[in-house]
């Protein structure tokens, strides 16, 4: 996959979207093939930094006790301490909070506590803290950083669908840092799968709104990237 590949598709996008009263997302389609999801080694699930900050600020929910609670007040969108955790004692209380946020963070002393109570709900919209990206913190843990980190970090998961759906930014974004952003998550991906570029079926790039237009490169087999 080519750069000038994406721009090229990014510009045809422009050419037939209508205007939105709303800053539309660009929405990147990657349909797989020659997986079997029932082995763990076929699927997919990573945490990626982008070159790009997207412009739609990511939100951030974290779940720690006493000794995080102030750094966590200062810049995390919400908080919650164990003492509230009784309020969401019903599911839609839960359902709700998984949809208001993109990531959730907790201190690794309160995991069974959030495990026992949102475990449930978030794990199956893949949103329950996951150490793999950073988000199980020790009591003591600097969260300035990890902060920044997760405004830039996407997940690609593909365990039960041969698709993975992501979003390489906004249309506020120049189109050099989409295209640069679109282009780092498929060769993050490719490198995960065993027969890499070979097991992408095709590609497609959308607006929120929009028709998608496939990008997918049409070349045959591409070799195996030198280790």
Request: positive net charge; charged residues 30%.
């Amino acid at each position: 996959m080519q750069k000038e590949t994406i721009k090229k598709a990014i510009e045809d996008i422009k050419k037939t979207s209508e205007k939105r009263n709303f800053t539309q997302t660009y929405d990147l389609i990657i349909n797989l093939k020659d997986l079997d999801l029932k082995k763990p080694e076929h699927q997919v699930d990573i945490f990626t930094q982008l070159p790009h900050i997207r412009t739609k600020k990511t939100r951030i929910c974290a779940m720690v006790g006493p000794e995080l609670a102030g750094a966590a007040k200062a810049i995390c969108d919400r908080v919650i301490l164990p003492e509230e955790f009784p309020l969401f004692d019903k599911k839609r209380k839960i359902i709700k909070l998984a949809k208001e946020f993109d990531f959730f963070i907790a201190q690794i002393t309160i995991m069974p506590q959030i495990a026992k109570i949102f475990g449930r709900i978030l794990g199956t919209r893949g949103k329950m803290p996951n150490p793999k990206a950073g988000c199980v913190v020790a009591p003591n843990a600097n969260l300035k950083p990890l902060i920044e980190k997760m405004q830039r970090t996407v997940r690609l998961v593909a365990k039960t669908q041969l698709s993975i759906k992501t979003t390489p930014g906004r249309e506020d974004m120049t189109d050099d840092q989409i295209a640069e952003n679109a282009l780092f998550i498929y060769n993050t991906l490719i490198q995960a799968l065993p027969e890499e570029a070979n097991n992408i079926k095709n590609i497609t790039l959308k607006l929120t709104m929009g028709k998608p237009i496939e990008i997918t490169e049409k070349k045959g087999k591409e070799e195996k990237k030198k280790k």
